[in-house]
């Protein structure tokens, strides 16, 4: 059995490792399989994370933050939990490959999820020209006219990366305002190829074998109209990803981990919750971060709460058991 | 054992005319979430190297091939039989998932 296992592998969940290492917890940090290193491995340039004033990569800054984490001693396993048993003094987390591992405190920082626009079209059109990733897939819109869906940072970063690739780029946003912070909205309205289609919601995207265009209807007037684009990518916010423990831990009204006051306790003692899953308002690699350090000096205190002769059980490191 | 890479120049030898069922990994250096499942396939590969051929084609390097596929997101992986293509998964996923889409190809 492990003092401390961590699920999540974005800013908050390495932050939580680089703490927790070195307050001596061993963490283990259970990284995923494909999402390894979270929403910034598919984000470009990073310019608000302080530290850097040339900007960073995003994925350099994962992989920057990873390795703080294993200098103090973080044990990183690319693998996707696929259960977890959160009640009791001892938490079991069950792994793609069979393997289950104990700990005493566990720290939820699993992120958040792509939203999707939730019309029939979508998932058909898929892969052919409806696309979540523009760091992916900008390259195959060369020369189209696309639409980016959102009014957020990552609607105006998309747009604009975007604008390397594709000859105009429209931007569709249900209100006539953006959510996007003042630097990303006024790059997005001085690049000549990105054009806003304000106050407009899709309620269709069309296409027999590939995407051909958009149907959107006026959120004042009403008015239903097409827009012929080649590529939609979308990006309307996230969801946290709760689906885990959303039987075992309090939820938000806004679907995040509830958690006590500006600490990170869930519903359930000895485990913890930081970052996107437990934040319905901030959601920045920087606030993760702060949160992912909260949890890791909440369940730091907690460990030192526990009586001695469990603790001397949560020396052991090793797996406990594999079933295949 | 790490899937092989194929070219414009190999492409019909190595998939179109190959006996074998084969597997196509549309990828490029600059996508995350590919380089995330490419370790994924190689795996699936050796454990299926009697069922599958699992190759790989750069779209930055061959973007004809790519659009000739009509590919527009990636990772794209088109298992091809008899040179058709008879299954297209898009996206990273864990390994479990991805055996769990390939199974009629892989039994």
């Given amino acids: 059995m492990r003092q401390i296992i961590i699920i999540g592998s974005g800013p908050a969940g390495f932050t939580a490792a680089i703490y927790a290492a070195r307050a001596n917890l061993k ?20 310019e608000n994370f302080p530290g850097f004033p040339e900007g960073i990569q995003g994925p350099e800054l994962m992989a920057k933050m990873q390795e703080q984490a294993e200098r103090f001693g973080t044990e990183v396993v690319y693998d996707d939990v696929t259960e977890l048993e959160l009640t009791g003094p001892t938490k079991t987390v069950t792994l793609g490959s069979g393997e289950t591992h104990e700990a005493l405190a566990v720290i939820f920082a699993t992120g958040s ?44 970063e ?45 309620v269709g995207i069309t296409g027999a074998e ?25 990006a309307i916010g996230n969801d946290p990803r709760t689906h885990l423990v959303h039987a075992q831990l309090d939820l938000t009204p806004e679907g995040t981990i509830a958690v006590a006051g500006r600490s990170s306790k869930t519903s359930q003692t000895g485990v913890f919750a930081a970052g996107d899953v437990i934040d319905p308002t901030y959601r920045q690699a ?21 009586p001695a002769d469990l603790l001397a059980d949560a020396g052991e490191t090793e797996l406990v058991t594999v079933t295949n | 054992m790490s899937a092989r890479a194929v070219t414009d120049a190999t492409f019909d030898q190595e998939v179109i005319n190959n006996e074998k069922t084969v597997l196509v ?42 659009a000739k596929y009509q590919i527009t997101s990636i990772p794209a992986m088109k298992v091809f039989q008899k040179g058709e293509v008879v299954k297209t998964v898009i996206g990273a996923k864990p390994k479990v998932a991805l055996v769990a889409d390939l199974a009629a190809y892989l039994a």
């Fill in chain 1, 27 to 46: 963490p283990l940090l259970i990284a995923s399989s494909v999402e390894a290193g979270g929403e910034l491995m598919n984000t470009t340039e990073v």
């Fill in chain 1, 113 to 156: 999820a792509y939203r999707k626009l939730g019309l029939p079209d979508e998932e058909r059109l898929s892969g052919r020209g409806v696309s979540w990733c523009a760091t992916c897939d900008g390259f195959f819109f060369k020369e189209k006219t696309i639409a980016v869906i959102g009014g957020g940072d990552s609607a105006m």
């Fill in chain 1, 158 to 202: 998309e747009a604009t990366f975007l604008t390397r690739f594709a000859s105009k780029v429209y931007v569709v946003h249900r209100k006539d305002t953006l959510r996007a912070s003042k630097i990303m909205q006024e790059r997005a309205f001085a690049n000549p190829k990105i054009e806003f289609v304000w106050n407009s919601a899709v």
């Fill in chain 1, 210 to 234: 590939a995407v051909d265009g958009l149907r959107l209807r006026n959120t004042v007037s009403g008015e239903e109209t097409s827009l012929p684009v080649g590529g939609v990518f979308v």
């Fill in chain 1, 286 to 306: 920087v606030t993760a971060a702060a949160s992912g350090t909260v949890a890791a000096l909440d369940a730091e205190h907690y460990l030192a709460s526990l």
């Fill in chain 2, 25 to 66: 990994d549309f990828w490029a250096e600059w996508c995350g979430p590919c380089r995330a499942v490419s370790p994924i396939l190689d795996q699936i590969a050796s454990e299926n190297a009697d069922k599958i051929d699992i190759v790989k084609l750069n779209v930055d390097d061959f973007p004809a091939l790519a």
